[in-house]
């Protein structure tokens, strides 16, 4: 298998949607409304999903070729205050606390909040 540069084409161009798997998409929806402060645009039993300048964030009730939980790779949301989103989902939402933000150098920062169903949920801060 060769991964040459011979192609220059971007094959991944930027994150458009990330998809939460959930078993309780009323719990789910109520959680994301409130961590991103607004309604879905899209409101439905099979699938809800909310716009976040052009970014969705989907909840994907159907479980049924794999569940929610930690799948070894985490979207980072960005975000103006780590701290205060981080303290609001894990305190006020009743978010898990995976890891604390922590500056990881270049003036970034990152943390690991836990959705009620496991699915981690990266934030970032760039200053």
Do not use: C
Not at 50 to 64: K, M, T
Not at 74 to 99: F, Q
């Amino acid at each position: 298998m060769s991964f040459g540069h011979t192609a220059l084409l971007p094959v991944l161009t930027g994150i458009r949607s990330v998809i939460y798997k959930v078993t309780d998409i009323n719990v789910a929806k109520q959680f994301y409304q409130s961590a991103v402060g607004k309604p879905p645009y899209f409101d439905q039993p099979f699938y809800v999903g909310f716009d976040i300048d052009g970014q969705e964030v989907g909840l994907d009730p159907d479980v049924s070729k794999f569940g929610p939980g930690p799948g070894g790779a985490v979207a980072y949301w960005k975000v103006i205050d780590i701290h205060a989103v981080y303290e609001r989902l894990t305190n006020d939402l009743g978010g898990s606390p995976i890891e604390e933000p922590a500056d990881v150098g270049g003036g970034v920062q990152v943390a690991v909040v836990g959705d009620p169903f496991g699915n981690l949920v990266g934030l970032i801060q760039m200053s």
